[in-house]
């Protein structure tokens, strides 16, 4: 769902589809990179802290390794040079001190941003019309409002009755084509 939402925010974003389909991939590789998997999030320098809560990698990534790895207890070769305990690979990692209900709420609120900033993009960017004062199919331009509004509402009841006409009428080809 966070995937979901994250293509609508891009989508909404992009003036055609070329560019959505330029710019998604760069920021899922961003996402996959600091998602806690290659690169340590504890590691990272200051400026970079905040680059993997925007990734939807980091939290599912994070929820999987506790569910796997909490209660777990490993055999260690004789050298003993390993993690006995699945805590202790999650302290490793960066994840000691948060649990499942942590990660999946961080997807949750990713959810969320992701969908609000694409309604955001879709409330600014609304299509903007130039009024021509043309309506009907015959673009006929009317000087006031309320001449166009009566002659449309007057135009729609005529074609409809024209329609009905031409539906009931099947042996008469020369109606049927003027009508359409």
């Not at 993690?83 to 202790?88: L, T």
């Not at 015959?138 to 009566?150: C, D, G, N």
């Not at 002659?151 to 042996?171: E, F, Q, R």
Request: net charge negative; charged share 15%; proline share 4%.
């Amino acid at each position: 769902f966070v995937a979901c939402s994250l293509g609508l925010a891009i989508s909404a974003l992009s003036p055609t589809v070329e560019f959505a389909n330029a710019a998604g991939p760069p920021l899922v590789i961003i996402g996959i990179l600091f998602g806690g998997f290659y690169i340590s999030v504890d590691s990272l320098p200051i400026v970079a802290n905040w680059i993997p809560y925007l990734s939807m990698f980091k939290w599912g990534f994070e929820a999987l390794m506790i569910n796997e790895f909490t209660g777990l207890e490993f055999e260690c070769d004789p050298s003993g040079n390993c993690q006995k305990y699945g805590e202790e690979v999650l302290e490793f990692v960066g994840f000691g001190h948060h649990t499942t209900n942590y990660a999946v709420f961080g997807l949750g609120m990713l959810l969320v941003a992701y969908l609000f900033c694409a309604f955001l993009i879709l409330h600014f960017n609304v299509m903007t019309y130039c009024p021509l004062g043309h309506t009907g199919a015959k673009f006929q331009r009317y000087s006031s409002l309320e001449t166009a509004v009566a002659t449309s509402v007057a135009a729609d009841s005529s074609v409809k009755g024209d329609y009905m006409t031409v539906l009931g009428n099947d042996k008469d080809e020369n109606n049927r084509v003027n009508a359409v």
